[in-house]
């Protein structure tokens, strides 16, 4: 059957010519797409800045002793040093071709630089399932999607702004190994898999995706020796090299987040072993020693992880395991993790916020590699369940989500524009033509569903062997094409606004610095500089800072004073201690201070501005940490109303009043209504008038918002008296005394 075209198509121009062409417009199309980055603001640089001057030994053994005072932190041996040897070996590298780049600016400008790797990561993975359209439109999707580039952005200084990368290319080397059978491909995505974990805690996702994909695949009969060899190298070298960084020691062996690949791997290996008996034995004899190993392998297994885990050796699984499968157990057992606002479920909004349309691209994606379903298909279709599933448990891992997204919308748009920009044009034959007429006679319009229509127009021109063997599927005419091709450019155009304007509103200023938008103009919010500025040239270079946990890198980074807890969160007790000096009374919270030398406290208060993140909006979390360690001295039912309210007004309990965290947040705040109603924005509550009265503390400072509020901690009253009625006295409220009687002395 002959084929006409929608449109003439240049008919001397040689292959060759074709194939240069495609490669530079993808060549400048991943140049745009790199250079799609904002400017954000570094928080810490200290760690970074002790790798690149005194070398990586001293970094591994740096002992810091201003963080979480008064115990100190082996900074080494708590943290990912991914992140900080990445900008290290950047840095001693330009040094060494005599560009003296200084580490602050090697920093700002990780995120960016590795989020072109990233996208170009997503092209190799998206041409390993469909094509170099799918993976160039995969590319462009990740590197502007606002999933991704709240991570990406110039000056994200964190561990993700490398983990993603690191994530789709261990991906993608995985699927290499798997499809060639090659040993090599294995070795390095273990050796990738190893840089991953010396980078982020989500290495845990890549951990289990690749044996659950081994697993469905020889659970689906697909078991092959290019199977077996990808996965034994890739697990072999991987576990090995994880096995090096302190941070993870041997979790690998000895927890059970890690046992569901070393059971794969111990299954691959018995698969492995019953096929070589096969080729050797005959069947029926192969029957038997198939159903005999099978028993004894599984009794002998299932001992073993028995045996170990009742002797310690084996881990139980951890809270944060716990907390993706229930989300209330946090809650409930571990509420530090649960006050952590990454860690709440997202919201259904959040997934149009940071996808847009692609998440109404993605299912198509899916459903089309289900269709075909070969090998690395079936690894974007567990990949998109499992993220799918984990996204929706918690907001932070949107981030594991976004990448898959990207790469199943670009499959299923892919496939739609390929399909319409296809120039052949089938020709019905007569009879092709009167069995149509016929059909339509016949089957009525209804009978049809709009997803098999859909799916008869999307995959037409997916696969050259279906057009060849339906020759009657195609479009017929321009106007048809024209329609469709208008409408994925516009969906596209509105990506590229929706992308531009959630970066520019919410990615492109630091946390640190806020903004207003008021009919007036714009306003710059800088009270948390200010008040880190203050710190730093007002109070002694050993003063210490105590505050809720999630200011003290910045208090450390930028004010470069010593604090009890900061964002590493590795002890809940120190932390719990810090909440129940917050949740108590003056008397009882001074105690606490000064045997922990707080020399200054620091509370954020947004009831003047508006500011909705403020420390009264964290307090309950404080005391519900406090309240596990403490359970007879704080109970959170008690800083409610006997209604059940959280109210800080006139109604509010008498413990919620006489909290320290309470007094800091409102001393003096009805003064700046001169008498009036003070109206706390956040709440909506009127504040009492007076307001509360500090004896323990004094204000040292509050910024001009009045968002960061700084108190300085008094000193034992020198006369040994108690500090309340030191105070007392001071202000003249002392007892009067009477005046004692005259003393006469009687006549003789």
Same mark, same amino acid.
Not at 101 to 126: G, H, K
Not at 215 to 230: C, D, E, P, Q, S
Not at 637 to 663: E, I
């Given at each position: 059957?002959?084929?006409?075209? #929608? ?92 560009? /003296? ?21 997503? @092209? ?5 399932? +469909? ?40 991906? %993608? ?61 890739? @697990? ?10 302190? %941070? ?37 004899? %192969? ?34 395991? @716990? ?12 509420? =530090?993790? #649960? ?9 259904? /909004? ?113 696969? $050259? ?5 339906? #020759? ?12 469709? =091709? ?53 109070? $002694? ?9 999630? @200011? ?84 959170? $039912? ?18 919620? +009043? ?10 003096? %705040? ?44 008094? +000193? ?14 001071? +202000? ?17």
């Amino acid at each position: 059957m002959s084929m006409s075209k #929608a449109y003439p198509l240049p008919i001397d121009i040689s292959p060759t010519t074709v194939a240069n062409t495609a490669s530079l417009v993808r060549i400048v199309a991943f140049l745009f797409i790199s250079g799609a980055a904002t400017l954000r603001l570094v928080y810490s640089l200290r760690a970074t800045r002790v790798l690149a001057s005194e070398g990586f030994y001293e970094f591994w053994n740096w002992f810091d002793p201003t963080a979480w005072y008064p115990l100190g932190r082996v900074v080494g041996g708590t943290i990912y040093p991914g992140l900080m040897a990445t900008s290290g070996v950047i840095y001693n590298v330009l040094h060494s071709l005599h560009l /003296p780049v200084d580490i602050r600016n090697i920093c700002v400008l990780l995120a960016p630089c590795f989020s072109a790797l990233t996208a170009w990561a997503t @092209y190799m993975f998206t041409k390993e399932m +469909k094509d170099e359209s799918a993976g160039l439109l995969a590319a462009a999707f990740i590197g502007i999607v606002p999933g991704y580039i709240s991570r990406s952005v110039a000056g994200s200084y964190d561990n993700e702004a490398i983990a993603i990368f690191l994530l789709m290319f261990t991906f %993608f080397l995985w699927i290499k190994a798997m499809k060639q059978g090659s040993a090599l491909y294995g070795t390095l995505t273990g050796l990738f898999y190893f840089y991953m974990v010396a980078a982020w805690g989500g290495y845990a996702f890549i951990t289990n995706m690749i044996p659950l994909h081994a697993l469905a695949l020889t659970l689906m009969g697909r078991f092959t020796n290019r199977l077996y060899v990808g996965y034994s190298s890739w @697990y072999a070298i991987g576990t090995l090299a994880s096995m090096q960084v302190p %941070f993870v020691g041997f979790q690998p062996v000895r927890t059970s987040e890690h046992m569901g690949a070393l059971g794969v791997f111990g299954l691959l290996q018995i698969v492995a072993f019953v096929e070589l008996v096969r080729a050797h034995v005959s069947s029926k004899q %192969f029957q038997q020693l198939l159903f005999v190993s099978v028993i004894v392998v599984g009794i002998l297994g299932t001992l073993v992880i028995v045996g170990l885990t009742y002797k310690g050796w084996i881990a139980p699984w951890t809270g944060r395991f @716990y907390s993706l499968w229930d989300t209330g157990y946090a809650k409930k057992y571990i509420p =530090i993790i #649960a006050s952590v606002s990454e860690h709440q479920p997202t919201a259904w /909004p959040s997934f149009f916020m940071d996808l847009h349309f692609l998440i109404f691209l993605f299912p198509a994606g899916v459903v089309l590699c289900f269709k075909e379903l070969r090998d690395e298909h079936v690894f974007v279709v567990i990949y998109a369940l499992v993220a799918s599933y984990f996204a929706g448990v918690m907001v932070r891992l949107m981030l594991t989500l976004t990448p898959i997204v990207c790469v199943s919308a670009a499959v299923a748009l892919s496939s739609v524009l390929d399909t319409y920009i296809d120039p052949v044009v089938p020709d019905a034959t007569d009879g092709d033509a009167d069995a149509a007429k016929k059909d339509r006679s016949t089957t009525p319009a209804s009978s049809a569903s709009v997803v098999e229509l859909l799916t008869d127009i999307v995959t037409s021109g997916s696969s $050259p062997s279906k057009r060849t063997k339906h #020759a009657r599927q195609g479009i017929i005419g321009l106007d048809t094409r024209g329609v469709v =091709i208008l409408n994925a450019l516009g969906m596209l155009l509105f990506f590229v606004v929706h992308c531009t304007w959630v970066t520019s509103t919410a990615y492109s200023s630091p946390s640190v610095v806020l903004a207003s938008h008021m009919p007036d103009g714009l306003h710059i919010i800088d009270d948390f500089r200010e008040a880190y500025y203050w710190l730093r040239q007002n109070t $002694p270079k050993d003063a210490v800072v105590m505050s809720w946990w999630d @200011y003290g890198y910045q208090i450390a980074g930028m004010a470069d004073r010593p604090t009890l807890v900061d964002n590493n969160t590795w002890n809940n007790t120190h932390i719990a201690t810090v909440g129940k000096a917050m949740s108590s009374p003056e008397e009882v919270a001074y105690p606490i201070l000064r045997k922990h030398d707080v020399d200054y406290v620091l509370v954020i208060f947004g009831g003047l501005l508006g500011y909705s993140g403020d420390d009264i909006n964290k307090f309950l979390w404080m005391v519900r940490i406090a309240q596990g360690v403490w359970p007879d001295e704080i109970q959170e $039912p008690r800083y409610f109303t006997p209604q059940g309210d959280y109210r800080v007004d006139d109604q509010a309990s008498s413990t919620m +009043k006489n909290s320290l965290m309470y007094k800091m947040s409102y001393y003096r %705040f009805p003064e700046l209504f001169g008498g009036g109603q003070a109206q706390d924005r956040v709440r909506g509550q009127v504040i009492p008038n007076p307001g509360p009265t500090l004896d323990y503390l004094d204000e040292a400072f509050t910024s001009e918002n009045w968002i960061v509020r700084i108190y300085q901690v008094k +000193k034992e009253d020198p006369l040994g008296r108690d500090l309340k009625g030191a105070n007392a006295f001071d +202000k003249g409220k002392k007892r009067k005394r009477t005046r004692p009687p005259v003393r006469r002395r009687s006549l003789a």
